[in-house]
């Protein structure tokens, strides 16, 4: 297959890419590099040294014989140049990886809301209205986020996107009707994934378009067996306040000596997935597309979940770390159950890789052996997620935030 | 008060700034004047003779005595001035029609399809992140459309935002959670109303903006009590295939002795209101505005339902008009039911105008006094929903879609 991976030089587009090379597709990334500037913006770097995109595709090609093409374009600011170049291409598939994808940066700042919200939602569209103007039947896999659902204290699992509910129908009757499983984003960045699916919704059930929607959890783990070729071929790995995952962020912090910085309770319960999961579910996807007029399939993209405080306090038995206690800088509930179906990806043969089974390799080959490379002053997360918090981070005499205390 | 109306040049923005100002509120009118650069685009023009808003003010200055404020601010795209607007004048309350709100203008093509998503979504949003970054506690007020639940067949009312749902707990028992009532948009248009709901959920939640949505049905009429009081202070009229509403079109087309214009069967059955209770019901909402850390507050802002070719049947009947049967350039049902609550506004002492009464003044006062204005060329409604659809649209030599034929 031809296929497009929009986004393809970010955390997990790159392992896409070189996933789905190694199997023989013909591989395009598409990236305005923004991950990169973004980088440069906020001072801070991947804790792996990373080249650039065009020197990882040389790289590609020597070691596999295999070519990856490189386009920079910005699918969010350029229709007119998206456009041609799927006129010109055909793909038979686009995977959507090219939004902004920190939950703390989209509230770091007003400017950085309006960024995100702006970009996030044209770089959807104009993928979506491409699609239907040049009549390119392409597969559209979009990387979506469990955070759509926020996190709900009921009790209940959530299934794969749809929920049916029962409507009283004015002649005394009860109708049943199945719906988008109902969202309530707790960030703007997670917003913008849940104004993804209404847009996924129309041009599917106006445009006959087929979409696959991927509700991720949390990526942990660097490297994929494709990344591990070449030390040039290295994934990203991010530790920084913004960008950071919690438990990356964790092993990173373990690796230094830094205490494990656990916000609030801990007691927030989130979904996880290994990024070589990942990667294979992508491709599960792909050979799983949905035909002409059938409605979005969405998957729930996660292998396990974990409250935040069960994985500090698992790292601190391995590693010895010690454990902080710090404020929450983001409006959220204190303690949540998330239960979540994955039945689907399981029933196409996914064999999920255990959090217990990988956490240690990671932590020799990534974060010890790259611990040099850490600037400490970006492991505090401080972007404050209302008016009212922002007032308790602790600032240093230039102003700068340096962390949340009570 | 002091009440910022954005878009308050357009079709309803404008009476709603004369009645609140007649009614002594302070009101500033922040347009970026993009309709009256759309009837240029599309060579169209109201019916009624409209003035530029810096006229329409100075005579509503010199008839009343009242001054209404005009900035030229393009909400979508200047961020910052917004922001530094709304700093500085710190209004009570913030009336928002600034978005594209033609459902065929956001079929026409792809690029109107970008435009309308990149307008609409932008400027809601800036308007939010504004309001939260400056802390102006000011009530928004927001004109959505009853179009974005699109037009379900189960036969169930629909309620006033939002629908209790149970959900199966993993303890065997049922929890109740309400829920947004669920969207299913059948336009891009319609789309970015929805996408607005999304955006006003969270920042209520997560910021504690005090947001009501009106979700409004067909607008139909044209003079309100002020715009009356002067000739030059004439509201719009729309009549081309793109802007023009349902009844309005069949109004000006029987008094030009133009077939009624029904599409498909004509069974699509749609929420009517006229323009004096629409202006009205904002007023209202004013009146009631929530609290900080109330939800969003979603009124039906409608008053009757109407299935289309019962209109066309009344009105071929008051005035002797044929009826033209053409084919349907939407991708819609061809016939609905269309039960709608709309209790609260009832509930606030609406005394509805009825469309039976209304209507044969609409026809005397505006449709043939001013039929002599009518381009007939710019009757046809020829925006196609898909590209299965447009090739059904009849062309000239030139290749201008001329009108859809079967």
New interface residues.
Partial sequence: MKIAVLGGDGFVGWPTALHLSAQGHDIHIIDNLSRRWIDTELGVQSLTPMDSIQERTRIWLSETGRRIHFHLIDIARD?EIL?SWIADEKPDAIIHFAEQRAAPYSMK??RH??YT??NN??AT??VL??L??T?VDAHLVHLGTMGVYGY?T????IPEGY?P???????GGE?E?E??Y???????YH?TK??DQ??F??YA???GLRITDLHQGIVWGTHTDQTRRHEQLINRFDYDGDYGTVLNRFLIQAAIGHPLTVHGTGGQTRAFIHIQDSVRCVELALQNAPQKGDRVRIYNQMTETHRVRDLANLIAKLTGAEIAWLPNPR?EAAENDL?VKNDQFLALGLDPIRLQDGLLAEIMDVSRKYAHRVDRSRIPSVSA???DIEPTLERDPEGRALRSVS
Same sequence: chains 1, 2.
């Fill in positions: 229709y456009k700042t007003d809301k309006v919200v702006n939602v044209n569209h104009n209205s491409a239907t103007e009549g709900s009921v009790g209940a699992a929920l509910v029962r409507l009283d129908r004015m002649d109708a009707q719906i988008l109902p969202t309530r984003p707790g960030s703007v917003m849940s104004l209404i847009l919704q129309f059930q106006n445009d409006k239960v997620w209302t008016r």
